[in-house]
């Protein structure tokens, strides 16, 4: 076929540039899950049955697929179990528990049929893993059909699932059903159960849940049968049948579905303005009422300021209900301990709603990136309360820099040996403290020094443009950084190289002062990571000088923000040499003290050689 020229260069052209749209946008699996649940409130089991819609855009023809059957952990001998027998510091919550459960108490989720396309297909449960071997390739492009039957049991609440918590909530149902794992540009993701991290196909959830009248559920979407079920969800409006009820609930865009289910909630509701309409389930009392009716207004102030912080929440409610083990996050609905403080119940409801932002919206794969959520969440829950104690609607003290606790704890565990490197797949840290600070902690500090490193101004002006261009995209490390530096102007891959796949630490040091005609401050490099530096200058009659030291891998430095302190950028400094000499012009007279990162911008793990003539400085955590 003879094609004419004008018309070969057009059809390239959209050739070219739907291969660079595809690299940019990168392709995501597209699936639909339409769920019938019949609860057995007494038994604490349920028959489900599921129809999936599963849309192959990758370019990859697909033989197998796999669910992830998360229930199926909680069994003596599983793969959480042993792990928690065995790890040097198990987490409390879990410990031997597993081991002890009864039949009646363990956790299963059991395939009664599975059809693909209408026809049997071969499978085998391993562990937490459906393992199905198809009886034709799923190809590129096509939409395909999976149905099952199967029966569950619901575990004694021991991990963020199960029954009968220890506040003595019925049902916490997180990782419930037979979810589809993520196949995604780095292949299938189907990563047993051991206690960690969750990632998903962004997809349509069509829920029909059947359970005893008396119970009211809070779950991920809307509620479609509001008329049915009465305003209030439990308000002596509801139809029954056989004992039972039925919830219908439907969620669009979102990669997982969760619910909480009592008969004795109390279900309130507040309406932000321009907003979401927020859900707040809890079992009333005296360790719970007057805090749950006090947490909406500041739920819908941190809304406020999250939104135009991070970027804008982009569904219609939000739920947030009694239930769990501590706090856990799910799309448009988080589980939480009840029976805290007013303070503390804030700051984890504050803290799971921030997932929203970095987990439910950006899903980076938790598994391998936990920091880029965890680390990112924690930041800007930080953020977040330091504003509402700002406002007056938490209690405690207002800090000068939130973060330095943060940074002492970041700066112990680099001291102490027992770092691993942000790489470590999240199941594969050999300590939970390795991954509790290295998910928590350190990915608070990538976002805070990178701060100090690029400037405010970029730095703000960036983290909204993270969110606006990877939300619902599943960004990697990469990803982000890029971001960053097309941000700022500089090259920032060396600060990413450091920080994910190292553990090295910063550590400057003032070495002396020379007086020879000029002021000579020589500084030195003690630590192996580089960082570009701020130096303060202070003279005997009261002149002051900032300065910024940039590194020569960066390319440039950042620049003097209006509103911040003046500084004056010097020469850069190579990361090779181990020295570097500031030189002082005669007329700034003697110096009375040098101080090397007086704002506190960065982790320098010994803070008292940051500071001439030496003193002793107290550490972050001690301010």
Known sequence: MKLALPLFIAMLTLSISSTISAQADRWQQSIKYKMDIDMDVKKNRYKGKQYIQYVNNSPDALDKVFYHMYFNAFQPNSMMDMRSRTISDPDRRVGSRIASLKEDEIGYIKVKTLKHQGKKVKYEMVGTILEVTLNE????????????????????????????????????????????????????????????????????????????????????????????????????????????????????????????????????????????????????????????????????????????????????????????????????????????????????????????????????NEALYPWMDEGFTSFGSTETMDYLKKEGLVPGEVADNPFLGTFNGQANIALSGMEEPLSTHADHYTTNRAYGVGSYVKGQVFLKQLEYVIGKEAFDKALLDYYETWKFKHPNPNDFIRVFEKNSGLELDWYKEYMVNTTHYVDYAIDTII???????????????????????????????????????????????????????????????????????????????????????????????????????MSEGEK
Do not use: C
């Open 137 to 364: 390739p799923i190809e590129p492009g096509s939409s395909t059909l999976f149905e099952m039957d199967y029966e569950a049991q619901v575990p004694l609440q021991v991990r963020r699932s199960g029954r009968d918590s220890a506040e003595g909530v019925r049902f916490s149902m997180s990782q419930w059903y037979p979810k589809m794992a993520n196949y995604d540009y780095q292949g299938w993701h189907a990563n047993p159960y051991v206690g960690r991290e969750f990632y998903g196909i962004w997809g349509d959830f069509d829920v029909t849940i059947h359970i005893d009248k008396k119970y009211v559920v809070g779950a991920t979407g809307q509620l479609q049968n509001m008329d049915e079920i009465g305003y209030g969800y439990g308000s002596g409006k509801s139809k029954s049948k056989n004992g039972k009820i039925t919830y219908k609930f439907l969620a669009e865009n979102v990669h997982d579905f969760a619910w909480g289910a009592d008969p004795d909630y109390t279900h309130e509701t507040y309406q932000v303005m321009d907003g979401p309409l927020l859900h707040f389930l809890y079992q009333p009392g005296e360790n719970t009422t007057e805090n749950w009716q006090n947490l909406p207004k500041a739920m819908a102030r941190a809304y406020k300021w999250m939104s135009a912080r991070y970027g804008k929440y982009p569904y219609d409610n939000y739920y947030f209900v009694q239930g769990g083990d501590g706090g856990m996050e799910y799309p448009q609905l988080t589980l939480i301990t009840g029976e805290r403080s007013y303070g503390s119940l804030v700051g984890v409801s504050i803290h799971e709603w921030m997932h929203s932002w970095y987990q439910m919206v950006l899903a980076t």
């Open 515 to 617: 007086y020879d005609g000029d002021a000579e401050v020589v500084l030195s490099k003690i630590g192996v990571m580089p960082m570009p530096l701020d130096v303060l200058v202070e003279g005997e009659n009261g002149s002051k000088m900032m300065f910024n030291i940039p590194l020569q891998i960066m390319r440039g430095a950042k620049p003097n923000d209006s509103g911040m302190e003046k500084y004056q950028v010097l020469e850069d400094w190579p990361w090779t040499h181990p020295t570097y000499s500031l030189i002082l012009p005669k007329k700034f007279g003697k110096i009375k003290q040098v101080t090397i990162d007086p704002n506190y911008g960065m982790v320098d793990v010994d803070r008292n050689n940051n500071l001439w003539p030496r003193q002793e400085v």
